[in-house]
């Protein structure tokens, strides 16, 4: 059997994410991931490709962490690839214990991103996961706190970037996009 190019999984997986006009609100387009999620070979094609993108990138990585909530749904897979740990940001009064916070921007008002302290020691290299970039709010957040406690972040790895947002512009890291609308 021939093995599957990169672009065939990329495209593959690009024609299982849905499209949904006018949701969650009219003008939006928004893109669900959940229809590659519910695709056996989708989430087989993108695992390989976030796995090997680390592998290549990131051999050092050490903690990935995975942003509420769909952040959560590729980071124990990663990390278990990988052979490292996994660590959550949640929203405000998610997590027992310690926890530092950082407030963020959303487009009408804020919210604030959680970790527990103890989740990373000082200079552990952190790999950033979550499903969507689109204005770079959560990221930018995500990226304060792993700093906050002295982690090194490697870069802010996303299954889709909505290019139009420039998310990537809040970010003063790496950032590696699999497919890109």
């Known amino acids: 059997m021939a093995e599957v190019s990169i672009a065939e999984k990329l495209g593959y997986i690009k ?35 976030l796995v090997r993108h680390i592998r290549e990138k990131h ?6 962490v995975g942003l509420d909530s769909r952040g959560f749904l590729f980071n124990l897979l990663l990390a278990t690839e990988l052979g490292v740990g996994c660590a959550p940001i949640r929203k405000k009064g998610k997590l027992a214990g ?19 302290r103890e989740a990373i020691k000082p200079g552990q290299k952190v790999l950033i996961v979550d499903d969507l970039l689109a204005t770079g709010g959560s990221l930018s957040a995500a990226s304060a706190l792993v700093r906050k406690v002295g982690g090194v972040v490697l870069e802010s790895l996303v299954v889709i970037e909505l290019l139009e947002l420039e998310g990537r512009k809040k970010l003063d890291g790496n950032v590696h996009s699999l497919i890109q609308y």
């Open 15 to 49: 024609s299982k994410i849905g499209k949904h006009v006018d949701f969650p609100k009219k003008g939006v387009i928004f893109r669900d991931i959940f229809g590659a999620l519910t695709d056996g070979k989708a989430c087989v094609y993108l695992r390989d490709l």
């Open 59 to 64: 051999p050092d990585v050490e903690l990935i």
């Open 98 to 116: 310690d926890v530092i916070s950082v407030e963020y921007q959303l487009e009408y008002g804020s919210d604030i991103f959680e970790m527990q």
